[in-house]
């Protein structure tokens, strides 16, 4: 097994017209309900959820 360490970047905007095209569907599918609290009482909860999105996106890699 490689283990190493490395981040990846996301773009906000990207996301946001994923939630606007998609919304719940693509919410659910991917954040927990948790993350989807969190993140929707943010003022910019495009970019809360780009941030975790791109942390999960890390991980599974």
């Given at each position: 097994?490689?283990?190493g360490l490395g981040h990846d970047v996301c773009d906000a905007r990207r996301i946001?017209?994923?939630?606007?095209?998609?919304?719940g569907r693509f919410l659910e599918r991917i954040f927990t309900a948790s993350e989807r609290e969190r993140c929707s009482k943010q003022t910019?909860?495009?970019?809360?959820?780009?941030r975790r999105f791109s942390a999960k996106e890390a991980?599974?890699?």
């Open positions: 097994m490689i283990i946001k017209k994923t939630l606007d095209r998609f919304g910019r909860c495009a970019e809360c959820f780009a991980l599974a890699k």
